[in-house]
T-cell receptor, first 114, second 110 residues
Framework: DVKVTQSSRYLVKRTGEKVFLECVQD?????MFWYRQDPGLGLRLIYF???????EKGDIPEGYSVSREKKERFSLILESASTNQTSMYLC?????????????FGDGTRLSIL | GQNIDQPTEMTATEGAIVQINCTYQ??????LFWYQQHAGEAPTFLSY????GLEEKGRFSSFLSRSKGYSYLLLKELQMKDSASYLC???????????FGGGTRLMVKP
């Protein structure tokens, strides 16, 4: 089974802090994704990466950056956390390009910015 | 861009059949996925459609009509454990990115 592991289930940070969310997958997948999930808005894509050191902006990249130095690890960075970034953050990975391969999700990190 | 619509909430009775609809308007289309998400848990993959028609997988089936921009997820013999949110997601023409609908929260009652 595919395993996508996010470093924290719950995280509390303060406004203005730099926040790192880590995600690791064990299936040698090329593609990795970061979403945030908010009530009534569903999952929205922040960034994704299709290879090491490659990244593309999703629908809501403002206030975020990402890093993919190794194939198995994809980090989401909140440069200067703000209260409107309080949310559930979900990481996902998938193999190949197109086809029937689904994205596999981690358990999520519930981030609160005070 | 993509626009995906699903009902926000549905209620059904244990043992019954329920159909969750999803309509989409997209600039490109390369497949539609359904996910199940229990409260506080990760979404898990249920089904995939890329050609018109019905895909059956046990108690769950998913249907696609590309010309109508329409899909549905059919759940048969409902069980209490089927109470969850069901997410419809469309993959764009590039083949990697998914756009999700807001999800349908299904409550199964005894």
């Amino acid at each position: 089974d595919v395993k996508v592991t996010q470093s924290s289930r719950y995280l509390v940070k303060r406004t203005g802090e730099k926040v790192f969310l880590e995600c690791v997958q064990d299936m040698d997948h090329e593609n990795m994704f970061w979403y945030r999930q908010d009530p009534g808005l569903g999952l929205r894509l922040i960034y994704f990466s299709y290879d090491v050191k490659m990244k593309e902006k999703g629908d809501i990249p403002e206030g975020y950056s990402v890093s993919r130095e190794k194939k198995e690890r994809f980090s989401l960075i909140l440069e200067s956390a703000s209260t409107n970034q309080t949310s559930m953050y979900l990481c996902a990975s998938s193999g190949g390009s197109g086809g029937s391969q689904p994205q596999h999700f981690g358990d999520g990190t519930r981030l609160s910015i005070l | 861009g993509q626009n995906i619509d699903q009902p926000t909430e549905m209620t059904a009775t244990e043992g019954a059949i329920v159909q969750i609809n999803c309509t989409y308007q997209t600039s490109g289309f390369n497949g539609l996925f359904w996910y199940q998400q229990h409260a506080g848990e990760a979404p898990t993959f249920l089904s995939y459609n890329v050609l018109d028609g019905l895909e059956e997988k046990g108690r769950f089936s998913s249907f696609l009509s590309r010309s109508k921009g329409y899909s549905y997820l059919l759940l048969k013999e409902l069980q209490m454990k089927d109470s969850a949110s069901y997410l419809c997601a469309v993959r764009d023409h590039a083949g990697n990115m998914l756009t999700f609908g807001g999800g349908t929260r299904l409550m199964v009652k005894p």
